[in-house]
C-alpha cells in the first residue's frame, strides 16, 4: 500500500543558458491537473514573448498522472526530459514549466534534452522536499462513560483529532494514516457503544 510520497514544499526556480538560449525554470507544488493547467496558462501569460514554454507534471501518491509538453521544440526535447527528471527525483503533486528564450544559436536535438533536463533539474534542485502521508479520516459517535476507552486508544495509535465534541452523545473525527488505518478502526469499533457516523 502507498500512503507516502515525496512532493516539494513550494515554488522553487532555476536557471540554463546554452548558446546564448536562455532557459528558466519553475518547480511548482500542484493538488490536482486543473490546478497544473492554471499555472501552465499563468506563465504562458506571463512568459508571453518567449519562444516555448514547456513542461511537465505528476500527481497522486501512486504518481499515476502525469503529462508532459515540448510547446513547439521537437518532439519528446523538451517535455519527457523535463517528467524524467521529477521521475528520477522520485516527487509527485509537482509541475515543471521550463521557459525558452531563443539565443539564435539551435542547439540540435541532444542539446536541446540537455538544456531542458537540466534546467528542470536545477529548479528541483533548489526544492524544498518533503515527504507527506495518505491519511484516511474516520468519524465516530459514542457514549459518554466510554471516553476514557477511546482517549487510551487515541494515546496508543496517535491520531490526529480533527474535531471532537463532548456531550451525553459524544463525536469525534480523527485522521490517520492509510496503512494503519484498518487496524485503528477495529480497535474503536470494539469499545460499547462506539459506531461509525453516517458516510464515515
Given amino acids: 500500500m502507498i500512503d507516502k510520497y515525496q512532493t516539494i514544499k513550494e515554488l522553487s526556480e532555476g536557471y540554463y543558458s ?3 538560449s536562455r532557459f528558466l525554470s ?3 507544488p500542484v493538488r490536482s491537473v ?3 493547467k492554471e499555472y501552465i496558462q499563468k506563465y504562458r501569460k506571463k512568459y508571453y514573448d518567449a519562444n516555448h514554454v514547456c513542461w511537465a507534471y505528476m500527481l497522486g501518491a501512486g504518481r499515476s498522472t502525469f503529462r508532459s509538453n515540448d510547446d513547439g521544440e ?3 526535447t523538451a517535455g ?3 517528467l524524467g527528471q521529477i521521475h528520477s527525483n522520485g516527487l509527485t503533486d509537482i509541475l515543471v514549466v521550463v521557459v525558452r528564450y531563443f ?3 539551435p542547439l540540435g536535438t541532444s542539446g536541446l534534452i540537455v538544456a531542458y533536463r537540466t534546467a528542470a533539474a536545477n529548479a528541483i534542485a533548489d526544492a524544498l522536499i518533503e515527504e507527506r502521508t495518505v491519511n484516511e479520516e474516520i468519524t465516530i459517535v459514542f457514549e459518554y462513560p466510554f471516553l476514557n476507552s477511546i482517549m487510551r486508544i487515541i494515546k496508543e495509535e496517535q491520531p490526529e483529532i480533527v474535531s471532537q465534541k463532548f456531550e451525553m452523545i459524544c463525536e469525534m473525527t480523527l485522521c490517520i494514516r492509510k496503512s494503519l488505518f484498518g487496524q485503528f ?4 469499533l470494539k469499545v460499547e457503544t462506539v459506531r461509525l457516523k453516517k458516510d464515515s
Avoid: M, Q
Wanted: hydrophobic fraction near 30%.
Fill in 103 to 105: 539565443g539564435g544559436i
Fill in 74 to 76: 521537437p518532439s519528446s
Fill in 185 to 188: 478502526k477495529n480497535r474503536l
Fill in 26 to 28: 519553475f518547480a511548482i
Fill in 80 to 82: 519527457k526530459p523535463i
Fill in 18 to 20: 546554452e548558446k546564448r
Fill in 34 to 36: 486543473e490546478e497544473a
